[in-house]
């Protein structure tokens, strides 16, 4: 049976849509250029960004080529194809962005919020940072430093967290300031997404020791939320005490004495200087968190062990734990992250890729 052809509906379509995305990358092209990365003809080129421009997707720039021969025109993505929220919510505050198909920062706000915070005061700040912003925006991308309900979006609380918002619900709370999707996921599942391109392998296992603890597993280049989305929450995996016995990892920074006043979040410059001049307690570290990454190792065979979040990328620590994970039957790898800021990273890159198929989408209809 002969395939059938594509019809000359879906030809335009596709051709629409590698303008649009070579626009995308070079943000201004002449149809010649554009052909040329596209491998497209220049006579259906043309066609296309005719098309565009008069569907309000593509506009002549006003520039011309110089030089020799006939004058092209320069085009670019139309203005006013919409934004994309960035949202990032921490106890150093919440920080909102919008960005353009582009990939470009449009606008930025902050807004305080502190680490005793309760859901409705972070729901405040939330609201008050993309309030800030011009909108409403065509989708929101949030990271969140508490663990995320998979089905729900909302936050969850877990015992001892030492980042508290409840059971906020950041869909409900930016619905004013957007007027689509709101994707919503914890901030150490999106630093391993930014790290995955960093690291170049699609299996390892990222783990943020900062002022919390988390961890993130990537197989086959993709994280793994497990079924509510609370996949990676280490604080309790039981693990070696300093004095030998079994406790749960976050218990251990107690026994150590690195926890903030009142608090269960760990006292991170406290922590640094015992790493630098204490080596019964960088060991005592060492071994605690290398314990859990064996279990890591045990059930996600991963090829390497990413270290973030403040304390994890202390270069003493980052030794010691190799050290101590290279004795055991599964020796593996351990690096440094080494993105900045990776949680807002990837999700301002989730958010930039979901406003271009929002863009794309708009030329197919």
Known sequence: MTPAKPSLEMLRALTDENVLRALMAHRRLTRAEIASRTGISKPTISDAVQRLADSGLVVDTGARTTGRGRSGSYYALAPGLGTALVASISPRGVTAETVDALGDTVGRAHAGLGRDAGEHQAARALAEAASRLEGPSRLAVVSAADPVDRATGRLVRLPDAPFLVGALDPAAVLAPHVTGTVLVDNDVNWAARAEHAAVGVDDFVYVHLGEGLGCAVVTDGAVRRGHGGLAGEIAHVCTIGPSGTAMPLTEVFAALGLRRPDSTAIDVP??????????????????????????????????????????????????????????????????????????????????????????VGTARH
């Open 270 to 359: 406290a922590l640094a200087a015992a790493v630098t001049s204490d080596t019964a307690t960088t060991e005592s570290l060492a071994r605690a968190v290398a314990g859990v990454l064996s279990a890591a190792v045990a059930l996600a065979d991963p090829a390497l062990i990413v270290l973030g979040g403040e304390w994890g990328r202390l270069p003493a620590m980052r030794t010691a734990i190799d050290r101590q994970l290279a004795q055991g039957p599964r020796p593996v790898g351990v690096a440094a992250a080494t993105v900045d800021s990776p949680e807002l990273t990837a999700a301002r890159e989730r958010a930039v890729a979901e406003l271009r198929e929002l863009v």
